[in-house]
């Protein structure tokens, strides 16, 4: 009776705050978009580029309203939430163009305003706000744990943990969880040991050699302030799923902290950031799965389902826009499209409908918009012909990163290359079988199948402050895709 009445007063809670950001929406038209996606996805380059093209008038063909001159100029303004940190657009912006880095990535929840001065099709001037929530793809996966018990979620992350390649880096917490008495009595120290033991083990099965990605609880990979904190001190004990943890045994503790960790970090984001969404765009690094291997995209596959099953999602209404608000647009990316040939853009495309397509058609049966896009918000590399022998072969020029590995070779970071990325399979069935192909997680790097390789921001010409252009690829379908029919 507790938890239904607690799931009641959290439900009337959210439709308080709906009905308020409604009754602000009839005065000062706003979309709430969220950015997501899961480490090293390009979270904070897409927002820094789509604010910067927006902005600064960049070329967005595709973007409706901006191609045919119907908008007249887009701004920034203070955001409206002083508890949500700032994104940091001016700096992130300098540390692309000047230093030619990339950004360091999202590790906690931020958020930019931007507003859109513009001429509707009618005539009429109007504007729009855009209140951009950038946020890391971890914490979503978090949002399945209310919906389960202490005892479901160990089940299921052990279960998880016995599968290769997650078992090979899994030994040393194993060692020690077998050690454990979990009816004995509740111990601090113990508890400390499994906590760190099973983050070892998480952050392990993140490395991109590896590159799981369904490795909740999101907050252990990126604790922040509450690094330490016993609501982020506690791990997965083997317990009956339906069994019951007597008073003052470790089973008890590690339950007890679970269940804050819900309450602390979970049910927060849900109710002041996730569930005040509209609009949601994912960005899923697809490339990064290639290159570790077929276990690697059957895991990302089921990171997408399990993201997607979150999403409050319907077509948009009256009613659900005062009481209850639906995402009623969601954009699935494949980020890093200039890593490969054109040619290859549509096979990227593909590749990930098949990853979201199960979760995609609940969405578009419950009335939401669905698409899928193959894009560079910065485009690093450009296309060229290589001769190669009486061949010509297709290929992409750019800076690899320092440290970057090819054949042998190991980059500095400061010399340009042309490379062959290979083209992706066509059979897309058959890439999804266990042992496919051969990817990092396999072995020795030389050997992989398909090795991607990660490149530096281009150079940008000296245009003068108010005239730099990032090259892009495809940001304005997705612009046009996210927005362009608020802009009509």
Not at 51 to 57: D, E, I, Q, Y
Not at 159 to 167: A, E, G, I, N, T
Not at 176 to 202: S, V
Request: hydrophobic residues 40%.
């Amino acid at each position: 009776m507790a938890f239904n009445f607690s799931n009641i007063v959290e439900e009337a809670r959210l439709s308080a705050r709906a009905l308020l950001d409604y009754s602000d929406n009839l005065f000062n038209p706003t979309i709430r978009l969220g950015v997501t996606g899961l480490s090293r996805a390009g979270k904070t380059i897409f927002i820094t580029a789509l604010v910067h093209g927006l902005s600064r008038g960049g070329r967005f063909p595709i973007f409706e309203s901006m191609a045919s001159g119907r908008i007249a100029k887009a701004r920034l303004e203070p955001q409206p939430d002083d508890a949500v940190p700032r994104f940091d657009y001016e700096h992130h912006l300098r540390t692309l163009i000047d230093e030619r880095n990339w950004p360091h990535s999202t590790v906690d929840i931020s958020e930019l305003r931007l507003v859109i001065d513009y001429q509707r099709k009618n005539g009429a001037n109007r504007t729009l706000t855009i209140d951009i929530v950038d946020y890391p793809g971890e914490w979503l996966l978090d949002l399945p744990l209310l919906n389960q018990t202490y005892e479901q979620w160990a089940a299921e992350s052990l279960k998880l943990s016995m599968q290769d390649p997650r078992v090979r880096l899994a030994g040393e917490w194993h060692a020690h969880l077998a050690t454990l008495q979990p009816k004995g009595r509740e111990n601090e120290q113990t508890t400390l040991t499994a906590a760190r033991l099973f983050t070892k083990y998480l952050r392990e099965c993140r490395d991109e050699q590896f590159a799981m990605s369904l490795l909740p609880p999101g907050r252990f990979l990126m604790p922040g302030n509450l690094a330490g904190s016993p609501a982020l001190t506690f791990a997965p004990l083997d317990v009956p799923a339906n069994g019951e943890a007597p008073d003052g045994t470790l089973w008890a503790m590690m339950r007890r902290r679970f269940e804050a960790y819900k309450d602390v970090v979970v049910r927060p984001f849900f109710r002041d950031h996730f569930s005040r969404l509209d609009r949601q765009i994912v960005l899923v690094d697809a490339l990064t799965a290639f290159n570790a291997g077929p276990e690697a995209l059957h895991d990302l596959e089921s990171a997408l389902a399990g993201i997607l099953d979150c999403f409050r999602i319907g077509r948009s209404s009256l009613l659900n826009s005062m009481f209850r608000p639906k995402i009623d647009r969601i954009l699935f990316a494949a980020t890093k499209a200039d890593h490969l040939h054109h040619a290859s853009h549509d096979r990227l495309e593909a590749i990930l409908r098949r990853l979201v397509e199960r979760a995609a058609g609940r969405a578009e049966y419950a009335g939401a918009a669905v698409d899928v896009v193959a894009l560079s918000a910065v485009r690093a590399t450009r296309e060229a012909q290589v001769q190669r022998g009486h061949d010509r072969l297709p290929s992409i020029v750019g800076t690899p990163i320092a440290g970057e590995t090819s054949g042998g070779d190991i980059f500095d970071g400061e010399t340009e290359v042309a490379t062959f990325p290979g083209d992706l399979p066509t059979n897309l069935e058959e890439i999804f079988k266990a042992g496919a192909f051969r990817g990092l997680a396999a072995g020795d790097a030389e050997y992989a199948d398909y090795r991607f390789l990660r490149f530096r921001p281009p150079h940008i010409a000296d245009r003068g402050p108010d005239d730099t252009i990032l090259p892009h690829i495809r940001l304005d379908r997705a612009l046009q895709f996210l927005i362009g029919d608020r802009l009509q």
